[in-house]
């Protein structure tokens, strides 16, 4: 762990996104101290400039913005953990089998992942949102689905090429379980290229989120970014704030889990550093 | 005479081997027809109560929903296939007019982004690669990091802020100046002074996109043998680079962009919403609010297919350029 830190810590964007990440995560963990009640309650004029009595200003509707931001950080983190770990689970899991077992399984879920890569994935998640309803839930859903076949087709790579490693093939030879082999010798193995990826779908999921709450399929119960943004567009000339911050909001998050992402990468991934 | 014979027969198997993808979206929008709040009849129809009962009747009908699922499902693919895809009240429209009506400026905005973003991606990928580690580089790889963050839509907000209401150079929204009347050239141009910003915007992610995928490739090509060959005849570099490595760095690149196909046309749903640019994505953000999911099927469905169709001709053009491929 502490050798993991320090080659994570060469890496200085890595540390760049660390940072930024920390603070958008205790922004979100504090919102409800910081910012107690509803984000969606008036609580001064409407079209209040920034940084005067309000330090984003208010919205339309009365509304205080840095309020919504903090809020905001709340509903893209988690949408985008949980969406993550779903898609993660589900990948991993059909990527593996399929690795593993190869043959008939692995046919169909290579079929099921070209499906998906040739479908348009943001056109079937509004689908989804909008079919089932905009929810939490069913975001997160819809997320995970056009997700895990990014993961199924990592996890399937890899579980191919450990198949063949001797510790594995020893391990078959003294008839250990599948689900042994599986478990404790394979998937320990694979961990880090999936701890990758995953931070990497985090960056995807909040941006998918973003863009789906822009179009208002977000959840109407919670306060949300793209939200903002798309209530914020019809006073783009008067109110440049109302798009601007949430805008910088997503940007800096999504920056800060990429170069996280690629942190991470350059530390578990110590044979690709050395270029 | 042998390879065209090649060729005919790889593209009928390329064909035969889009159908199971058709067949699987098919089966995939009827089970959302379903999924949808309400009788699946109600959701063709388009706004429930809007249509008479005697519509209703005749829709039931036609798409069997008095009899077994198989049977519905099956008469669905034959309505699909047929290209029925049924009738939009708020447009008054049958959907496949309503789609084919916006097939245009949503392909005219694709494509301008496809050449824009794998252009200028190939050439700032090749300048941050020539001279790697340098701060051109540096600055190269931060504006594709950032670009690559940045959620479409913002980009777009931010363009009309900058470059529509505050210079007043380009126009905010729309395709043309309808009330212009502009007519030959004239109309070209204008209707190229609405295209800048929404290309624009959709381009700045794709292009991050390839502006990485070069840069590594060229790395990658630049240790190869081939280059130390070149260079041991005597080459100059910039000779070695553009006409030996750029050739083949370019190929994951291209891949890459034919891929990318369906996820452009999910940008540019958001794009289209922005600019109010009359796409098929404007066309899909207008049926979410009038929640006429069929509208919104038939976009999806229709749009799966256009990529199965631009996958098919990719792969072929890909067959004509290089020889080694015959898979």
Redesign the interface.
């Known amino acids: 762990m502490k050798r993991f830190w320090h080659r994570f810590a060469r890496s200085r964007p890595g540390l760049l996104g660390v940072a930024i990440l920390a603070v958008v995560v205790a922004v979100a963990v504090a919102a409800p101290v910081i910012f107690p009640g509803s984000p969606f309650r008036p609580v001064d004029r409407p079209f209040a400039p920034p940084f005067g009595r309000h330090l984003f200003g208010t919205d339309v509707l009365g509304r205080d913005v840095a309020a919504g931001i903090a809020h905001g950080a709340r509903t893209s983190l988690t949408i985008g953990v949980l969406a993550t770990s779903a898609a993660v689970l589900m990948g991993t899991l059909m990527g593996g089998l399929a690795g593993y077992y190869g043959g008939r399984v692995d046919d169909l879920l290579m079929?099921a992942t070209?499906?998906f890569?040739?479908?348009?994935?943001?056109?079937?998640?509004?689908?989804?949102v909008?079919?089932?309803?905009p929810s939490v839930w069913s975001i997160v859903f819809a997320i995970a689905v056009v997700n895990w076949p990014t993961v199924a087709r990592l996890v399937r790579g890899e579980f191919l090429a450990m198949r063949g490693r001797e510790f594995v093939q020893a391990g078959v030879c003294m008839g250990m379980t599948d689900r042994r082999v599986i478990f404790r010798h394979i998937l320990p193995n694979c961990l880090s290229p999936i701890i990758v990826t995953g931070s990497l779908i985090v960056?995807t999921a909040i941006?998918i989120e973003?863009?789906l709450s822009?179009?208002?399929?977000g959840d109407p119960n919670v306060m949300s970014w793209?939200f903002m943004?798309?209530s914020g567009?019809t006073f783009?000339?008067s109110a440049?704030w109302l798009?601007?911050i949430p805008?910088v909001a997503?940007?800096l998050t999504?920056?800060a889990i990429?170069?996280v992402g690629e942190g991470l990468n350059d530390a578990l991934n110590p044979r690709l550093h050395k270029? | 005479m042998r390879a065209g014979a090649g060729r005919a027969s790889y593209v009928l198997r390329r064909l035969l081997q889009a159908v199971p993808v058709i067949v699987a979206i098919l089966v995939l929008n009827f089970l959302l027809l379903h999924l949808a709040p309400g009788d699946a009849a109600q959701v063709l129809a388009g706004e429930a109560g809007s249509a008479s009962p005697e519509y209703m009747a005749q829709l039931r009908h036609r798409f069997g929903l008095d009899r077994p699922v198989a049977v519905q499902l099956l008469l669905y693919v034959k309505n699909m296939l047929t290209l029925d895809l049924g009738f939009s009240f708020r447009h008054n429209l049958p959907v496949v007019e309503l789609i084919a009506g916006r097939l245009g400026p949503t392909l005219l905005l694709m494509l301008t982004t496809l050449v824009l973003s794998v252009t200028a991606g190939i050439g700032l990928g090749l300048l941050a690669a020539a001279r790697a580690g340098s701060w051109r580089d540096t600055l190269i790889s931060i504006l594709a990091l950032v670009s690559y963050a940045t959620p479409l839509f913002w980009v777009g907000l931010m363009l009309i802020v900058v470059f529509s209401l505050k210079l007043d150079w380009l126009p905010t929204s729309g395709m043309e100046t309808v009330a212009a009347f502009h007519e030959g050239w004239a109309r070209v141009l204008d209707i190229a002074r609405h295209l800048v910003l929404p290309a624009l915007t959709l381009s700045l992610f794709y292009m991050a996109l390839y502006v990485r995928l070069m840069r590594a490739a060229i790395l990658e090509q630049a240790g190869m043998d081939y280059v130390t060959t070149a260079r041991a005849k005597g080459l100059g570099e910039s000779r070695i680079m553009l006409s030996h490595v750029l050739r083949n760095a370019v190929l994951p690149v291209v891949t890459m962009a034919g891929v990318q196909v369906g996820s452009l046309l999910g940008g540019s749903v958001v794009v289209e919403s922005v600019f109010a640019w009359p796409g098929l994505g404007l066309l899909a953000f207008q049926s979410l609010f009038a929640r006429d999911f069929n509208l919104l099927l038939g976009i999806f469905f229709m749009s799966a297919c256009l990529v199965v169709a631009v996958n098919l001709a990719v792969d072929v053009v890909y067959t004509l350029l290089d020889p080694r491929i015959h898979a």
């Open positions: 079929r070209e499906f890569q040739t479908i348009p994935t943001f056109l079937f998640a509004i689908l989804l909008a079919i089932l309803a960056a941006l973003s863009a822009f179009l208002g399929l793209g943004i798309g567009r783009l000339r440049w798009c601007t805008g997503i940007l999504v920056l990429n170069l270029k």
